[in-house]
């Protein structure tokens, strides 16, 4: 008899479980999904209740063949992926290619990577969940026919290349109906009063003005408010009222997946995506020194507060002994999982509380340092004692003017002392009061401000509203980020999210004639009828022919009656060159104003939105011309230019007439064997500048840096590359696995760049 064959989903954890089990057990791994919808054609019948037209993946055929021949030897197959949907459809998937074998298969899932977990999941396997799998397969026909059905219109009537998704677009309407709202905005006038006083004793504390005249505060122009000043100096600032109390604050509780999102993107500047990714290195295991291969943390996708009592108990037992018994509170800490939220799995925790963040900090990434800290703490601080805080308020009454003075004090830390002190708690100490005290005024300060518009999202906020609205589940909040950014409707500016006029065009058509698809409690309620097939209350294709019955007629209308922007998108912008209206047209390397009279007239322009929405052009600045040869066609001056896409290119200055261009090219032969071609500056659709052999397609060599034409002194890279760190300008090899780095200057003179070369 063969050895039983564990089938996990990740190569990472291979290593990790073979380092419990020994070599008692054979494990593989699939490596994701092995099986689904085909790429380049729907793949549903829609005539036989959506039956789905399941192939292997590109590219995945020797993984299904190892996995075939490791099932073949085997006496009982044990499919291990993760404890979710997906690892549930990966599961199902898995069998249905092996049930060839003829062998007993059983599902096992275990929330951490421990030796206990995985032989207790070991003693306890279960059939694959089919309600779980079909709610799987029903998400994903849902989003099939969506983005199968709706995308081929976008790319007649807006732009080729471009997507709708279930989820995806209702996302992207969030961001571009709070950009409509900021422009929509209209700031009103405020004034506010503080007064700096002084009492007996320091220090000296301000009090800001709530009330005048008895009513709340409304102070909305200049004279008004010289007005309240006037009406107020030259009064007596009394101590009306003081009250006196002792405040506590409880810990938050551990990490769900989306409240993990945020606090890493507040945090640690971090991306949803970026986050997931830490997370799934840390709960598949890292090499750590003498320990050998180590998962750090529980499973990463959940929506549980819910802690095993075991991992409670190891909290208490770290806490008391490392923090003293004060810090452990006098009743076992239990939060509660919100409702509809899917309890399958604990929250995100440290699986060994002990391995403190600085026993590892010498042994990971700075990025999974970061992380793995970031979840240890919470996790710690959910466990402990409040922290306690001795509040004072004090009314001061002056003249008409009633001022609020507020004071804290940290009494007792708790769970601060792990988790560290938030916004708002740091200390804001009063001198000692009393009432009818008579204080000094010191300073009477009035400034004027706006009210503000409501602020663009954040990854942290937009993850918020995703989960507050219930679009999506959390597993999926990454993906949802990270498209709208590939697909250019949406950037990243100071952190905030800016739709694109692409992302705010697709966003309108779509809201105008797929209404349904667009409406948040629409999109939330799909997701709620997914969890009752999940949970075996629902037929998966009464669901799709419930959703179908209202998209099929709304897919055909749409076709027919979506407004085609495809030329352009009218502007108010008139052509300085032909006097036309100028259009906003949707181009490879982002938007731009052309001309609504092309091909005869082919002006463009860049430009930008006013706070308003009005589109503004901007101004051309004058090209400084620097010849760099001569023109092979026409005789004129050839000059350095720069794509849209950032990257530099020579061009003929007798353009339109001469259209002669080449690449810039970095001078450095091409380090493949064989190749005869020279490295030149290119840029991708996203703007990032690169240097790629310009014998593309035959070769496909390509460097993110300026390339240096040295050997590695220490493997054996034909060629060096030119970095920028924080210490500043390096040269470096890069190849990965070689760290040979030197100063810029240490070697061989380099060019920089700015030469055509």
């Known amino acids: 008899m063969g050895k039983d064959l564990i089938i996990v989903e990740s190569p990472a954890k291979v290593k990790t479980i073979k380092k419990f089990l020994g070599n008692a057990y054979a494990v593989e791994a699939s490596v994701g999904h092995v099986r689904d919808l085909p790429q380049k054609k729907l793949g549903v019948d829609e005539k036989e209740d959506f039956a789905p037209q399941y192939q292997i993946i590109p590219g995945k055929q020797k993984v299904v063949t190892k996995l075939k021949d490791a099932a073949a030897s085997a006496s009982t197959i044990y499919l291990a992926p993760d404890p979710d949907r997906e690892g549930e459809a990966i599961a199902w998937h898995v069998a249905e290619i092996l049930k060839d074998a003829d062998k007993p298969i059983h599902r096992i899932q275990f929330n951490e990577i421990t030796a206990k977990a995985v032989r207790e999941a070991l003693a306890h396997p279960r059939d694959i969940n089919e309600k779980l799998f079909l709610s799987q397969q029903a998400r994903r026909i849902l989003d099939r026919l969506v983005g199968y059905k709706v995308s081929p219109i976008l790319w007649q009537k807006v732009k080729s290349g471009i997507s709708a998704g279930r989820v995806q677009s209702v996302a992207l309407r969030l961001v571009v109906d709070r950009e409509k709202e900021r422009r929509a905005f209209v700031p009103v006038e405020y004034w506010n009063f503080k007064a700096r006083l002084a009492g007996d004793t320091p220090p000296e504390f301000e009090a800001e003005l709530v009330k005048f005249k008895g009513k709340k505060l409304e102070i909305g122009s200049a004279e008004a408010a010289a007005a309240a000043e006037a009406a107020i100096l030259g009064n007596p600032f009394v101590v009306a009222e003081v009250a006196e109390k002792e405040r506590k604050k409880s810990p938050p509780p551990p990490f769900i997946t989306s409240t993990l999102q945020q606090a890493a993107n507040q945090r640690l500047g971090y991306s949803a995506k970026r986050t997931m990714g830490a997370a799934q290195k840390l709960y598949e295991g890292l090499e750590l020194g003498d320990k050998g291969t180590v998962a750090l943390i529980t499973y990463m996708r959940t929506d549980s507060t819910r802690i095993a009592d075991e991992a409670r108990d190891a909290a ?442």
């Open 316 to 757: 208490r037992e770290f806490i008391v002994g490392a923090l003293g018994p004060d810090y452990y509170p006098e009743k076992a800490r239990h939060f509660r999982t919100k409702a509809g939220a899917q309890d399958a799995h604990e929250a995100i925790r440290p699986v060994d509380v002990t391995l403190t963040p600085a026993d590892v900090k010498a042994l990971l990434p700075k990025d999974l340092f970061a992380l793995y800290k970031l979840i240890w703490e919470r996790f710690v601080a959910s466990q402990m004692s409040e922290a306690r805080f001795w509040d004072t308020a004090a009314d001061i009454a002056a003249g008409p003017g009633l001022f609020k003075a507020k004071g804290q004090r940290l009494i007792f830390p708790g769970y601060l002392k792990v988790y560290g002190q938030e916004a708002g708690d740091e200390a804001k100490s009063l001198p000692p009061l009393a009432k009818d005290q008579v204080l000094r005024l010191l300073e009477l300060k009035k400034e004027q401000k706006f009210t503000q518009p409501p602020p663009r999202y954040t990854e942290a906020s937009l993850v918020r509203e995703l989960e507050e609205k219930g679009i999506g589940r959390p597993s999926t909040y990454a993906a949802i980020i990270s498209t709208l950014i590939d697909r250019d409707y949406a950037r990243l500016e100071d952190k905030h999210f800016v739709p694109s006029e692409l992302g705010e065009t697709v966003s309108d058509l779509l809201a105008e004639h797929f209404v349904k698809i667009m409406d948040v409690g629409f999109t939330a309620g799909m997701e709620e009828a997914l969890d009752a097939v999940a949970e075996g209350r629902g037929d998966w294709v009464g669901l799709l022919k419930d959703f179908t019955d209202d998209f099929y007629p709304t897919l055909a209308k749409a076709a027919k009656d979506m407004a085609k922007v495809k030329a352009g998108k009218e502007t108010d912008v008139k052509c300085e060159l032909c006097g036309k209206p100028m259009v906003i047209r949707f181009g490879k390397a982002g938007e731009f104003l052309g001309c609504s009279g092309y091909p005869d007239c082919k002006n463009t322009k860049e430009f930008d939105r006013a706070p308003d929405g009005a589109v503004v052009p901007r101004e051309r600045k004058p090209e400084e011309t620097i010849s760099v040869g001569k023109c092979p066609q026409c005789g004129k001056d050839l000059a350095v230019k720069k794509s849209r896409t950032g990257s530099r290119f020579i061009a003929c200055t007798g353009w339109p007439d001469c259209k002669y261009t080449k690449p810039f090219s970095t001078g450095v032969p091409c380090p493949r064997e064989g190749c005869t071609g020279t490295l030149v500056e290119k840029s991708s659709k996203r703007g990032k500048v690169f240097y790629a052999c310009d014998a593309y397609p035959q070769c496909d060599f390509a460097l993110w840096d300026w390339p240096v034409p040295e050997h590695c002194p220490e493997c054996d890279s034909k060629v060096l590359v030119r970095k920028k760190t924080r210490a500043g300008e390096i040269i470096a090899c890069p190849n990965r696995s070689c760290r040979y780095t030197r100063p810029v200057g240490g070697g061989k003179d380099e060019k920089d760049g700015k030469d055509e070369g």
